[in-house]
């Protein structure tokens, strides 16, 4: 596949706007399958390092079929040579090697499209092009084989603007700049170098006196899920929905310690969210191979069954009552709000734009609240007979979020940002930030148990 990506732009730099020119068990252990100039962004970017040497890397996609080698681009003059893997639109993209995300471009209009940038702790750069679904955020800590975004062809104004393909670019050495030539090697010739997804402990973090402080505890198992959502069944312990090696399981307390479930339902799904829907078992509502679906855990087992409806984007589930979930979805740059009825699910725009992560709530109102992050900031979205509402908290926040009902008239935000936990809450004065004490590490999920404060599983 032959296109150019020499078109070039505004750029976002340490804070500084430029314009260039110029041609990114222990106990248990449950086993799995295993910055910038030269592009045209409109995202932030954090301040680069100086890079040192590659190795052990992943793929970033199920596909190993190349379309344009490393060759292919350097012989056409790509300012930005890396390697195009064939991939359907909505395809799983993963982190290659474990790092932080330090820029993000959620538009179409330069010639990279939708596009994440990761550094990693030996100092190597990986860029992702093209992308149609970006589901993490600004300074996030990733780990290897972590799931970033969806696959696309966005890019010169369109979604469509290429073939569907995964354009990834490795930079090494001193000279290694995100998206342009500045430290460019084949990525092909570095993978598989010892590289594997990192499984990592699960642990509970909680406060036992409303949110004054917080402890971190060792579940004692080991996992390393491609997705992850808490959930509260009733009970003293959360319980945890997660896909590993292209299977459901459960992950649950008890009184003599965690334990875990094989559901026995096949599932690689690119979003997912759990919700208690009554009964004994988690709904778990899943985006797979463009479809979303409904699985279920009955006294039979656990049946997976598809809505119907074809989407791509990220969901977030909740419990607004009734007979199914409601779900808020982002997809190609707006917000949908997703239900089921006698007759079939319905999908309905609320007319919100929307260019980052969501974690949906219920706030009582009939219609979930909905915090998101975009463009460095943490919005409130919510819905009344007027009409859907986008509001900013005023805070600039750029890492991953999962949102719960603690009590109170505005919903609590679990916040993992530059390798930190921190809690997220409005009130009438405004909304606040309080550092937990406890590190974050990009794979978590928050849920409400009680005390005043939330609960997050999280691995690592």
């Known amino acids: 596949m032959s296109h150019p990506e020499t078109d070039h732009g505004r750029i976002l730099l340490s804070g500084t706007e430029q314009t ?3 041609g990114l068990n222990r106990r248990t252990l449950l086993t799995g399958s295993g910055a910038l100039a030269a592009l045209s962004f409109g995202g932030t970017l954090m301040a680069p390092r100086i890079a040192s040497a590659a190795g052990g890397y992943i793929y970033p996609t199920s596909s190993r079929r190349v379309s344009d080698s490393f060759a292919d681009h350097v012989a056409r003059g790509s300012v930005n040579p890396g390697t195009d893997y064939v991939c359907p639109t909505g395809t799983r993209v993963v982190a290659v090697k474990a790092g932080t995300v330090v820029g993000i471009t959620n538009t179409i209009g330069g ?8 550094d990693h702790p030996d100092g190597s750069k990986t860029d992702y092009l093209h992308l149609s679904v970006i589901q993490v955020g600004l300074g996030a800590q990733v780990a290897q084989g972590q799931q970033i975004a969806l696959s696309g062809g966005s890019g010169n104004g369109s979604e469509n603007g290429y073939g569907a ?42 406060s036992t006196n409303a949110g004054a402080s917080w402890q971190s505890g060792d579940t004692g198992l080991l996992f390393n899920p491609s997705q992850l959502s808490a959930v509260n069944m009733g009970g003293a312990w959360p319980q945890l929905m997660m896909t590993q090696a292209g299977v459901l399981y459960q992950v649950y307390g008890t009184s003599s310690g965690w334990t875990f479930g094989n559901t026995g339902v096949a599932s690689n799904p690119t979003s997912m969210s759990a919700v208690n829907m009554g009964g004994s078992w988690p709904t778990v509502m899943s985006i797979e191979n463009s479809t979303l679906f409904q699985t279920v855990g009955t006294s039979s087992g656990w049946q997976k069954l598809s809505t119907g409806q074809t989407l791509i984007g990220q969901i977030s589930a909740v419990n607004m009552g009734g007979s199914w979930p409601t779900i808020m979805l982002a997809q190609g740059g707006v917000l949908y709000h997703v239900y089921g009825t006698t007759a079939g699910w319905k999908v309905a725009s609320t007319g919100i734009s929307i260019n980052g992560q969501i974690s949906a709530v219920n706030m009582g109102g009939g219609v979930p609240q ?7 900031y943490l919005y ?10 986008k509001q900013s908290t005023g805070l600039n926040l750029i890492g991953q979020i999962s949102a719960v009902a603690t009590g109170g008239t505005w919903p609590t935000v679990m916040l993992d940002q530059g390798g930190a936990l921190y809690r997220v809450w ?18 978590f999920s928050a849920v409400d148990m009680g005390g005043g404060a939330p609960q997050v599983l999280k691995i690592g």
């Not at 670019?169 to 997804?197: I, K, N």
């Not at 930030?433 to 990009?442: D, E, K, L, N, S």
Request: charged share 10%.
């Open 20 to 22: 260039t020119r110029g």
């Open 380 to 389: 409130q979205i919510w819905g009344d007979s007027a009409g859907w509402h």
């Open 111 to 118: 010639s990279g499209g939708r596009m994440v940038f990761i």
């Open 165 to 206: 393909h995964l354009h990834l670019s490795l930079h090494v050495g001193a000279g290694a700049q995100h998206a342009t030539r500045g430290g460019s090697v084949d990525f092909e010739a570095y993978v598989g170098e010892g590289g594997s997804s990192a499984p990592g402990p699960l642990r509970q973090v909680y």
């Open 370 to 376: 909905v915090m998101a992050i975009e463009n460095g």
């Open 426 to 443: 409005g009130d009438a004065s405004g909304w606040h930030v309080q550092p937990t004490g406890i590190a974050g590490t990009g794979r």
